[in-house]
């Protein structure tokens, strides 16, 4: 009875060690930017130079995909130094109270009859306010690359947030734009 109780938790354990696969960003070649309109005519970049994220899968298509990110909101650069200032500064980001921006995928769906095409719903917490928000991704393939060695997977999410959900910066919407939207680009190396 001991013997037949430990081989069944042998398989199970070995089961999920084998089945949950985890991919981590490649920082070379991931990015995460945002874009805002500013007084209704013209698009200011910006980008987060640090940030990590992490999938965990165990369907080889993603369609299961549980994506996690952490970003440093004291790396946004969008090469306006004053701009910086103003964004890190208690009028925008507050970063020293709220240094992180995380989000959580909660579900992933394939919406479009695609097999590459999802949206993802997650919570988004920035500025101390956790919202649900949902969003388009892209699995842009997968393969081996030569140069590594390693897995890569290749994915893009785009979507818009609403700057106000969150009470990031003046409510005027005039002088920038409440809807942000967001571009996220990355090449994530299987673990």
Known sequence: M??????????ATA??????????????????????THQG???????????????NSSKADFSDAIFTLSADMTSVNT????????????????????????????????????????????????HGVTKSVTMELW????????MSKKTKAGFQLTGTINRSDFKVGPPDPFDISTDVMIKADGEFIKQ
Do not use: C
């Open 41 to 55: 005519f013209s698009s200011v970049f910006g980008l987060f130079q640090k940030f990590d994220v992490t999938i």
């Open 15 to 36: 089961y999920f060690s084998f089945s949950q696969t985890t991919w981590k960003d490649d920082p070379w070649h991931s990015k995460l930017t945002f874009t805002v």
């Open 139 to 146: 699995y842009r393939g997968m393969h081996d690359d030569p």
């Open 79 to 126: 090469e306006v130094k004053m701009r910086d200032d103003d964004l890190r500064s208690s009028h925008f980001f507050d970063v020293a109270k709220f240094p992180v921006m995380t989000f959580k995928s909660t579900s992933i769906v394939n919406t479009t009859g695609m097999k590459d095409r999802f949206k993802i719903t997650g919570d988004l917490t920035l």
């Open 2 to 11: 001991k013997k037949s109780l430990f081989v069944i938790l042998f398989i």
